[in-house]
């Protein structure tokens, strides 16, 4: 089949939310310093502060699959752009330490959300030969908003807004929420989902228009892969029969985290300063770190479907692990700082064709459409959980050794390469369907 404007569509615009988890998931990284300032914070407390939007990730993506099951994809995505839009507004007007932990909290409901929402909504309207560059244009979606959150941040520090200046850059992401909140009134319900509530009808009109050639027999496999003329459209998922994709979602979710990624991209600045770097260099620095992220996404989305996603899981593996070691090496020894860069930039390059641009195409892929929202919850809690734990202590453990975190996270990706050569199976070229059968789900 030939890829459609009205799917093409509907990708773009639930990749929105991805955008907005990208953007609000970097831009703390050039206001820790002023916020450090404003609010007297330790390197304990600022660890609080950055992590304060990483605890309400955990509960958006542990609960988000619950609107989504029941109200559906689109509508609890809708509540997602509001969530959004509040924090934004809240950072920008927060008046005291707590006003602004809550703003960022509600932001990170939003983020946890999407992570769960909007993969999963992307993979249910794609066809199997298009799903993995179609949800990857969600991880797409979220590099492009670090970059723009680096950019952003660069250019809100250049116009010398001066104490007032943190709450510009966290302030701005208001405007790209109140466009998600708009854009998701023009987009479909998803055809899964529709058909999981028994409006049958509805969800062929879906993969009609979405350019399914066949969507008469696709309508029929999915309805009987949900069993939903049966009434069993919904099971627990720790069950034993699901055994297998959970440990799959739980695995792919820590070691997503487990690389140090997003410690990296929350004290990026802080990073750099340490190892001698100015204000403005630094800002500099991390905008050709997330431009690096950007390419390293498109070309993943080019071959996702054609090397597949394990193989993109292994080279990532020995690479970032090599890129982290080297980093790990350069603080041991405090030697050959300009190296420090063009490491980053490798182990952001690594991340980005491996782990970034699979974990939720991946967490889209391995559960059946019944327990999909719990399996993809579950998957992305993971994520967030270990986020939060690893964020929260890098500022401290940094303090006393700016080398110990970065050779926890290059031995924590040999182990990665070990799991996944072993027990990791490949998904590309099938259908959601068929993923069901071959993980002997039945």
């Known amino acids: 089949m030939q890829i459609n404007s009205y799917l093409i569509k509907s990708t773009v615009v639930a990749a929105l939310g991805g955008l907005l988890f990208g953007f609000d998931t970097a831009v703390i990284a050039g206001a820790t310093k002023a916020l450090s300032s404003e609010y007297g914070l330790s390197p304990a407390s600022l660890g609080i502060t950055v992590a304060s939007a990483l605890y309400g990730t955990i509960i958006g993506a542990m609960f988000a699959g619950i609107p989504g099951d029941k109200y559906g994809r689109r509508y609890s995505l809708r509540i997602l752009a509001v969530l959004y839009f509040l924090s934004a507004l809240g950072c920008a007007f927060a008046w005291d330490w707590n006003m602004f932990f809550v703003s960022r909290f509600i932001g990170g409901l939003a983020i946890g959300g999407s992570s769960v929402l909007g993969p999963m909504y992307i993979a249910e309207i794609a066809p199997a030969k298009w799903r993995g560059r179609l949800v ?122 487990l690389s140090g990624i997003n410690a990296i991209l929350y004290y990026l600045n802080d990073i750099f300063a340490q190892a001698g770097f100015s204000k403005v260099s630094g800002d500099l620095q991390a905008v050709a770190i997330g431009f690096t992220n950007l390419v390293a996404t498109m070309i993943a989305m080019t071959v996702i479907d054609k090397i597949g996603r394990r193989t993109m899981l292994l080279v990532g593996s020995v690479g970032t692990a090599l890129c982290l070691a080297g980093v790990s090496w350069i603080f041991s020894t405090q030697a050959n700082q300009h190296w420090l860069v063009w490491l980053l930039v490798g182990f952001i390059a690594f991340f980005a064709f491996s782990q970034g641009a699979v974990i939720w195409v991946y967490l889209s892929e391995v559960f059946p459409t019944r327990v999909r929202a719990k399996g993809q919850s579950l998957g992305s809690f993971t994520h967030w959980a270990m986020n939060a734990i690893i964020s929260g202590v890098f500022p401290v453990i940094a303090a006393s050794s700016g080398a110990a975190p970065f050779m926890f996270f290059a031995a924590m990706m040999v182990v990665q390469f070990g799991v996944v050569l072993l027990w990791y199976p490949e998904t590309k070229g099938h259908t959601l369907e068929e993923m069901q059968h071959k993980l002997g789900i039945s």
């Open 136 to 257: 990857g244009f969600f991880q797409f979606n979220i590099v492009f908003g670090i970059l723009l959150a680096y950019f952003s941040n660069y250019l809100v520090g250049m116009a010398n807004f001066g104490a007032e200046e943190w709450r510009w850059k966290l302030g701005v992401a208001a405007v790209p929420a109140a466009l998600f909140l708009l854009m998701l009134f023009s987009i479909p319900e998803s055809p899964r989902w529709l058909a999981k509530m028994r409006r049958v009808d509805e969800a062929g009109e879906v993969l009609r228009l979405t350019g399914e050639p066949n969507y008469r027999a696709e309508l029929n496999d999915i309805v009987t892969s949900i069993d939903a003329e049966h009434g069993h459209g919904s099971e627990p998922l720790f069950g034993w029969k699901y055994r297998f994709p959970v440990f799959l979602a739980v695995s792919i979710g820590m070691f997503n985290q």
